[in-house]
């Protein structure tokens, strides 16, 4: 039976969720749409009264623990992240050495390197393109806590509030601190306690990365610094100090404390970066190290329990809009340390449902710490163990930018999004006179045959001053288009959607100019006349420059398609709409291979490529795209050829490539093959092998023994879980598509975003639905498909329906 | 010998007693009685050995080498670069002005923590250009600027100060010594230099610098004897024989010095001074029998000094030991030791190492009760390093009665070792080889016990209470933690399970092979390339993750893969058991389920070690 309802108080999740947005509201937390400029100054934010804290058992659902600290020789596997969406850090949690290597996501070297090599393609160095660097290193020394003389040692991650806690016993006394980086101080901070009449004793340093020189300031207990790139780029950062007992004051260039009985330290910076490509991308007025001090010294007015609540306010109100749960681990699982439980995952081969869900929620935690205004997550999120982050640290557009940003809306987190589409805005000038000017320079093999050119495009590296590197990437901007127009089928938010339309546009006039139209013979030996894409590298392999390839074509598709349905939602540009749509209607599409049985990559029945490449370039139309669907509405032979494709590419790449495969698997209804994706991915990384490092972060090993971090698997995997859930596209959901032997026992997830506008809830036993509540958010109708059922629903947004006795 | 897969069944007197052990252990097992197999009683027949090895070196005197000594050694501030030690050139520090301020230091600072030798090493013969000096009779003689009062004066200030002293020689006759075979041998008349080699002149020793001696010839035990004489008189109680072979990095007959050794112990004996014979370097295990038979103790591994600005490292070769440590446990006993090399952990700077890097080093030597004899500047130490070279009950462990620790855990980065004291408490030490900080868990079962037992850390003199099954901690990198456990009574119930039952499955080349040391008698080998061993109808009570113990036999460190049902499995190296007639105990983590389970070991593409049997916790 179909109730609509509200939520009932029995619902695990679904409650917690409520409560959370309210105390999010309570809080005056920012979750709306349009966040902060990179490094402003704020107003005070509302402090709560009451402590918004979770109780311990409720929080431990949501922690990561080790019995460890990390190296500081290794912080990208050991590190423990913090972000507040723009300001970020890794901790080393030694007692004895708190490393923390912070990031501001706009400390970006470079600048619009719009001058071509001879090849006609970009430079890719980190003078001319640029490259993410370290802001800051902070260093707490405490002589005496060295951690041969520690017991009972342990950090935690606490994924709901955004709280790394260490702990230990030291000639007894339990010292304690707590990490944070606060959206609403815009501010990290450090906090150490301790019970049994213990204190702290020792030298607060902080230190540019690129030879600035720290300046202290006596009266005001401060340490800072500023500087600026060669790129005009100015930034600073500030630390200060502050303890209830003890002394602290400056010395030289640091601040030393002795016999502190707690401590709490502040630390900010960031730079004058603006996300305006009229204004240069700098905001002249600002002065970052000025503007750090105050916002250090403003905190550290408050007590460190005031700074804590106002930031677990903020964060749990957003962390709080999905729960999940795929069912009980073991009491011996649960005993172990995330660290040996990933080991003993891999070691023994039992599912851990409880891990396995917690690294959905770790993907959630380093969306909400690295994605909320400013500028998106780059191929290492936020965070850096160094100055030379490979390629950059930048975003790629052929496939990790895109990964990354497939969960926020999957996940509750459509607010995170609003990053990743403000940085395409405001690149856009940038880009459009980019690609108006060079695109077609002769030197470029991708340039438009046919001489015309317009819109924009973009190469396979972007930076955040408008300028591309490395190859120019054609179909880049259908892709982004793609991710940017789901996000609307997510929400149905049309004041989005009208912002965005620039984009999608700019994108479709460019296709427009570039289509070329070729005759071909179908296998029936007709002959037809049909568009297809100028020359192109389908990423990353096989030939460089070839017509039609199929990972244009199905993006083409789509961003036509989406062109057509955006300016029927706006009342804009309908008949130009239209005039699209039967260009959409020519596109040539990949057909079958008679020779390999496999959908085509390019248009050829050869194998021109590597067989088990990383990339998944043709299947684009499975996932992201769904044109290719499962389910009877796509030619059965296409979407066996697109099967066996999958099939051919294998099951042991790493990372991102993984994730791909686990979610062309979760939409193809494989859900074992999906979920063994998702174990590769856990298992843990060894000498730099690929897999998950001990925080968890994602291991590429780019070369034997270096295994660096691409932060986009993290998002993907966790996605892939979201898609074995629930699977939907406007007017159509399905619930539990792909769900493995491994969580078929008993389950549930709420807050699960929906294409066409809804918020999904779904319980599970036995591998069927027992209950599941959609919620609309802008959605008025869909159908609901679990097991054998098809269910009709109509809702006016806001409403909500529950359904039970499905399947 | 060290490699061979299947060598020859150990002699049957071993093997017999052996046998007869795990009988009865195997019949406590099944009665539900005394389930723990301790690891003191794994190793008594070797302690029986021991003890017979010491009884043929008791001729000499009965209290030499009854426990590891403890001293001072030159070599480590000879050999290196670090400024201001060497200033006359390499190997220069070795002067009577630097041995008397160390003979100081060492009776003011150490002497009563039980540190009491002074060992003189190569080079008090040898000039700055390292050419040596011999008396009339080839025996080796001090030279004027390094000891110009000679060596005896230096003897007497050391006794003076209520220390041992110790002296040190190449092995054979060094050519510098052989004077065209013309010099006559001190109290053997009618013998010269051409009596006691061979007529070809074979060079021996470590470094091929000395001629071998042919002790066909009654003149070459003369030499020896002329020369512990020399010492006798001179009032040395020490001597390390040096670039001794097989071993070494020598081998082939013209590197074996078995018999300079023999020769050494009956000369020694002759001079009826106590002089406690020491052998260096790398000796060839396949040799221990000889070692233990003749001497008083024998280095395991090359040296531990770095040749380089500072004494050592931790790569050179102070980690090497954890590898080569395992397969000479049980090798050591009262009357002779694994000798790790010297201990230099007395000043951090100096020494080359982290604060964790000298705990670890001071915590392997005391656990293998290797001698502990720093090489450090007793003048210049750090309070870090007094507080590791006295902690009074570190040194106890290295000092005590237990038998030598072992690897309970497979090698790699993260380790636990003990061993089990008369007592009935355990030392169990946690060491963190790898290059980032690590946690460590002993797991209580793991000894064969369960429950809780209390935990006294002796680095940080703590007692750290009750813990229940297992200890967890944090160690920095090439960190460790050393603790007394004593257990709460609990004995772990288990069930065994027999490598060569017929209810496994072998695989590939496996195969079944007696085994005198095994339980049963039998073993699976030939376990390489592909072969595997399942062990089949495991049963336990339930879900969870299980200590399991190997018992395996491997005469050197090998890697199997183990894994339970569809697990992957982790691949493990076991370290060396010593030979292939010896069996010992690991132990690995597996999760099994409530019921009938499978736990298989894959050689994969290696080879991997010879399996006695399993033994499994009903329940966790």
Redesign the interface.
């Given at each position: 039976m179909d109730i609509p309802h509200t939520p009932s108080p029995d619902d695990r999740q679904r409650p917690s969720r409520r409560g959370f947005l309210a105390l999010g509201a309570a809080a005056g937390a920012a979750t709306a749409l349009g966040g902060l400029p990179a490094f402003s100054a704020s107003a005070s934010p509302p402090r709560p009264t009451e402590s918004p804290s979770l109780s311990p058992a409720d929080a431990a659902r949501n922690q990561l623990w080790?019995?460890?600290?990390?190296?500081p020789?290794?912080m990208i596997e050991?590190g423990l992240p913090v972000g507040n969406g723009r300001l970020g850090a890794l901790a080393s949690n030694?007692p004895a050495a708190e490393l923390l290597l912070i990031t501001d996501a706009t400390l970006w070297t470079g600048g619009l390197n719009d001058t071509l090599q001879s090849d006609g393609q970009f430079p890719y160095g980190r003078d001319d393109f640029g490259s993410f660097t370290l802001l800051a290193e902070l260093t707490v020394a405490l002589p005496d806590h060295?951690?041969?003389?520690?017991?009972n040692?342990r950090r935690t991650l606490d994924l709901a509030q955004g709280l790394v806690t260490t702990s230990?016993d030291l000639s007894g006394v339990t010292y304690r601190r707590q990490i944070f980086a606060s959206r609403p101080d815009d501010a990290i901070v450090l906090h150490f306690s301790q019970r049994g009449g213990g204190a702290y004793t020792g030298t607060l340093s902080l230190a540019g990365t690129h030879a600035e020189s720290t300046s202290a300031n006596s009266a005001q207990c401060f340490a800072s610094f500023g500087a600026s790139f060669a790129n005009g780029l100015k930034y600073g950062a500030a630390v200060t100090a502050r303890s209830s007992t003890g002394t602290v004051r400056v010395r030289g260039t640091s601040i030393t404390f002795s016999g502190c009985q707690d401590l709490t330290v502040v630390v900010s910076g960031g730079t004058n970066y603006a996300p305006d490509a009229t204004a240069g991308f700098r905001n002249p007025s600002l002065e970052p190290e000025r503007l750090a001090r105050t916002k250090v010294l403003d905190a550290a007015g408050h007590s460190a329990t005031s700074l804590l609540r106002t930031h677990v306010a903020d964060f749990r109100a957003v962390f709080g809009q999905l729960g999940i749960d795929l069912g009980a681990s073991?009491?011996?699982?649960r005993?172990?340390?995330t660290w040996?439980r990933v080991?003993?995952r891999?070691?023994?081969?039992?599912p851990d449902p409880e891990l396995e869900a917690a690294y959905l929620q770790f993907g959630r935690y380093l969306m909400i710490s690295g994605s909320r205004g400013g500028l998106p997550l780059n191929l290492q999120g936020l965070w850096l163990d160094g100055n030379d982050p490979d390629w950059m640290g930048d975003y790629h557009t052929d496939i990790n930018i895109q990964m990354n940003y497939w969960l926020a809306d999957r996940a509750g987190l459509s607010d995170c999004f609003d990053a990743f589409a403000d940085y395409c805005l405001a690149q856009l000038p940038s880009w459009t006179d980019v690609t108006r000017r060079l695109f077609n320079s002769p030197a470029n093999r991708y340039r438009n045959s046919g001489g015309e050119i317009a819109g924009w495009t973009v190469a396979i590296s972007t930076n955040p001053y408008g300028g591309g590197g490395w190859w120019w990437h054609p179909a880049g901007n259908a892709w982004l288009c793609q991710n940017l127009f789901e996000h609307y089928e997510y929400t149905q938010d049309r004041a989005y959607l009208s912002k965005i339309y620039p984009l999608l546009k700019g994108a479709v006039e460019f296709w427009e100019a570039r289509l070329l139209t070729t005759t071909v013979t179908d296998a029936s030996g007709a002959s037809r006349e049909v568009l297809i894409a100028d020359s192109d590298w389908s990423p990353e392999h096989g030939p460089l420059d070839a017509k039609g390839i199929t990972y244009a074509q199905e993006l083409v598709w789509n961003l036509f398609d989406n062109y057509r349905a955006t300016t029927e939602t706006l009342g804009r540009d309908t008949g130009y709409g239209r005039t699209v749509d039967r260009l959409r209607e020519r596109l040539y599409l990949p057909v079958v291979s008679p020779k390999t049985g496999w959908l085509e990559e390019w248009m050829s029945p050869d194998n021109l490529g590597e067989t088990t490449h990383r990339h998944l370039s043709p299947l684009v139309g499975l996932f992201p795209g769904d044109r290719i669907r499962p389910d009877g509405s796509t030619p059965k032979e296409i979407v066996d050829g697109a099967t066996a494709l999958l099939d051919a590419r294998g099951m042991n790449s790493f990372g991102w490539a993984n994730a791909w495969r686990g979610l062309c698997w979760a939409r193809l209804k494989d859900a074992e093959k999906a979920y063994q994706l998702i174990v590769n991915n856990l298992k843990p990384s060894a000498n730099g092998g690929n897999g998950s490092a001990m925080n968890l972060f994602d291991i590429y090993e780019v070369e034997q023994g270096r295994g660096i971090f691409q932060i986009d698997a993290n998002f993907g995997t966790a996605a892939a879980i979201i898609e074995m859930l629930v699977y939907s596209r406007p007017g159509h959901v399905e619930l539990l598509p792909a769900l493995p032997a491994a969580w078929a026992a008993s389950g549930s997830v709420s807050g699960v975003g929906v294409r066409g506008g809804f918020v999904a809830d779904v319980s599970w036993k036995n591998g069927k639905v027992t209950r599941a509540t959609l919620k609309s958010v802008g959605g008025r109708g869909t159908t609901v498909v679990a097991g054998g059922t098809t269910r009709e629903i109509g809702l006016k947004p806001g409403e909500s329906v529950t359904l039970r006795n499905l399947g | 010998m060290r490699s061979s897969s299947y060598p020859a069944p150990p002699a049957a007197r071993t093997g017999s007693a052996r046998r007869t052990m795990r009988a009865m252990l195997v019949l406590a097992v099944t009665a539900g009685l005394a389930t723990a197999v301790p690891a003191a009683e794994a190793t008594s027949p070797a302690r029986d050995t021991a003890a017979a090895a010491s009884t043929a070196t008791a001729d000499t005197a009965s209290d030499v080498a009854a426990k590891p000594f403890m001293g001072w050694s030159s070599w480590s501030m000879q050999s290196s670069k670090y400024p201001g030690l060497n200033p006359d050139g390499e190997y220069s520090y070795l002067t009577e002005a630097n041995v008397l301020k160390q003979t100081d230091a060492l009776a003011s600072k150490l002497k009563k923590y039980g540190y009491d030798r002074v060992n003189i090493d190569a080079g008090w013969w040898r000039d700055n250009d390292w050419k040596p000096g011999f008396d009339p009779y080839g025996r080796q003689t001090n030279d004027p600027v390094r000891f110009p009062r000679g060596m005896k004066p230096v003897a007497d200030h050391i006794h003076s100060k209520g220390l041992k002293a110790g002296i040190y020689l190449p092995v054979g006759l060094e050519k510098e010594a052989y004077g065209d075979g013309k010099v006559p041998v001190w109290n053997a008349p009618g013998c010269t230099t051409a009596d006691i080699v061979h007529p070809d002149l074979r060079t021996t020793n470590g470094w091929d610098s000395s001629y071998k001696l042919d002790f066909a010839d009654p003149c070459a035990q003369k030499y020896i004897d002329s020369q512990a004489q020399l010492f006798a008189d001179w009032g040395y109680d020490f001597l390390k024989l040096d670039g001794v072979g097989p071993g070494s990095f020598k081998s082939g007959d013209n590197y074996d010095n078995v018999a300079d050794v023999a020769a050494w112990q009956k000369a020694i004996a002759a001079t009826g001074r106590p002089i406690h014979l020491q052998l260096s370097w790398s000796l060839d295990i396949g040799h221990a029998a000889d070692w233990k038979r003749y001497s008083n103790g024998w280095r395991i591994d090359t040296d531990i000094e770095c040749y380089c600005n500072t004494l050592v490292t931790w790569e050179n070769s102070v980690n090497d030991r954890w590898d080569d440590a395992p397969a000479w446990s049980d090798k050591a006993g009262p009357g002779g030791w694994n000798d790790f090399d010297a201990i230099d952990v007395g000043n951090g700077e100096m020494d080359g190492l982290t604060k964790a890097e000298r705990q670890s080093y001071m915590t392997l030597w005391a656990i293998s009760k290797s001698p502990l004899y720093t090489g450090d500047d007793l003048t210049r130490l750090d309070s870090y390093g007094v507080s590791l070279l006295t902690n009074r009950e570190v040194i106890a462990v290295d000092q005590s009665d237990s038998p030598v620790a072992r690897p309970v855990t497979p090698m790699g980065d993260q380790q636990v070792w003990g061993t089990r004291n008369a007592d009935g408490s355990y030392t169990v030490a946690l060491f963190n080889l790898g290059d980032s900080p690590a946690s460590v868990t002993a797991h209580w079962a793991s000894f064969g016990f369960t429950g809780n037992a209390s935990v006294r850390d002796l680095w940080n003199k703590e007692n750290l209470g009750p813990h229940k099954n297992k200890i967890t901690a944090a160690l920095p990198a090439h960190g460790s933690r050393l603790f007394t456990v004593k257990p709460g009574g609990e004995a772990l119930p288990t069930t065994g399970y027999e490598a060569e039952s017929a209810a496994n499955t072998l695989t590939g080349n496996a195969s079944l092979a007696g085994c005198d040391a095994c339980s049963g008698g039998k073993k699976v080998g030939n376990l390489y390339t592909g072969g595997k061993l399942t062990f089949n109808d495991i049963t336990v009570q339930k879900d969870g993750i299980y200590t399991v113990r190997v018992a395996y036999v491997s005469g050197d460190a090998r890697s199997v893969t183990v894994s339970s049902n569809s697990g992957n499995g982790s691949s493990l190296k076991f370290p060396s058991t010593g030979d292939w007639g010896t069996a010992k105990t690991v132990s690995v983590q597996l999760a099994l389920k409530a019921g009938s389970n499978t736990i298989t070991f894959d050689s994969g593409s290696g080879y991997a070690p010879d399996l006695d049997r399993i033994d499994v916790p009903r329940s966790v």
């Open positions: 080790w019995q460890a600290p990390g190296s020789g290794s050991q030694d060295d951690l041969g003389r520690v017991h040692y230990y073991s009491a011996a699982q005993e172990l340390d040996e080991r003993a891999d070691r023994d081969n039992v | -």
